[in-house]
């Protein structure tokens, strides 16, 4: 597992969703309150735990653990993670608490997703004690010590519970899949649609209430701090979710097939791929995903009432 230093107290640590490097990062921020941003999936959670304990956080040490948001990439190894680290609070926002608590729902709804990828890749999660988890509101900062706090974005559109996080003292933002998908052996930036929450509204909106933050760094969870300017990140991320949109729009309007258009149009930059690094990217933010949760938008705005008046 690969560790590397991104800025003042933050180590990138790589968390192996199914055992593949780059993929998925979590972000430790060291200080008196060391916090987690991410725990990746449970299938990698051994992993994970045993990394930080090299980077020196004791059973009792991790004072908090956030995740953007509620996929098992992001949150599956919660109860791992907080069982491990008992003096831990788990911090998660409001629509997505109760699936750490009981996570029935939410292991049904991922395995109709996934189908066999669920336990081959991504593992299930671990029930976390009620008392353990708390909601993260909007704009709410949690305190690392020293007067570094990290301050929480409510930033839908890929999920309606997800949430970015910007630290007070690197200025790096950590965006979850708010801004896409951009795997260091690939360097495409992808959106993230997936259904069954993608909303196109909330994920420009989203986009632009990171600008605003004018966050000095982009850290992605799929994957890593990107190298380029934030304010030019994040247009990319909008030009390119509003090219996505518009040819999901024009291909469902014109009785079309959404994945097939989408394929048409966005996939030959990776036809220098390895057979391997393109089965990577597509098992993890692959066009029929994007195709589906483009569709579900679709359909929802065009049944919405304010549509129709």
Do not use: C
């Amino acid at each position: 597992m690969a560790n590397r230093a991104i800025g003042p107290g933050i180590t990138e640590v790589d968390t192996l969703l199914g055992g593949w490097e780059r993929v998925t990062a979590g972000y430790l921020l060291s200080g008196d309150a060391p916090v987690l941003v991410e725990t990746g999936s449970q299938s990698s959670a051994g992993e994970l735990i045993s990394a930080l304990q090299k980077l020196g956080v004791d059973a009792n040490s991790l004072a908090a653990v956030v995740v953007t948001h509620i996929h098992l990439d992001h949150a599956g190894g919660v109860g791992d993670v907080a069982r491990a680290f008992p003096s831990a609070t788990v911090y998660v926002h409001e629509k997505g608490a109760r699936h750490l608590v009981d996570p029935e729902r939410l292991i049904s709804s991922a395995s109709r997703v996934y189908g066999p990828l669920l336990d081959s890749l991504y593992g299930r999660i671990t029930p976390t004690a009620r008392e353990r988890v708390k909601v993260l509101e909007d704009g709410e900062r949690i305190a690392l010590g020293g007067g570094r706090t990290l301050t929480a974005v409510y930033s839908p559109g890929h999920a309606k519970h997800h949430m970015g996080l910007h630290d007070s003292e690197s200025g790096i933002m950590f965006v979850g899949d708010a801004v896409g998908v951009k795997l260091p052996d690939i360097g495409v930036l992808r959106p993230a649609t997936p259904p069954p929450d993608f909303n196109y509204e909330q994920a420009i909106d989203s986009l632009h209430r990171f600008a605003e933050r004018r966050p000095t760094g982009i850290a992605l969870a799929h994957y890593g701090l990107l190298d380029e300017d934030p304010s030019e990140i994040l247009e990319e991320a909008e030009d390119t979710l509003t090219a996505w949109a518009s040819e999901a729009e024009r291909a469902w309007r014109a009785g079309e097939d959404i994945a097939e258009a989408l394929a048409k149009a966005f996939t030959a930059d990776l036809d220098h791929l390895t057979p391997q690094l393109r089965e990577k990217f597509e098992t993890l933010n692959g066009v029929h995903s994007n195709a589906a949760g483009l569709r579900r938008w679709l359909e929802q705005k065009a049944s919405s009432p304010e549509t129709n008046e």
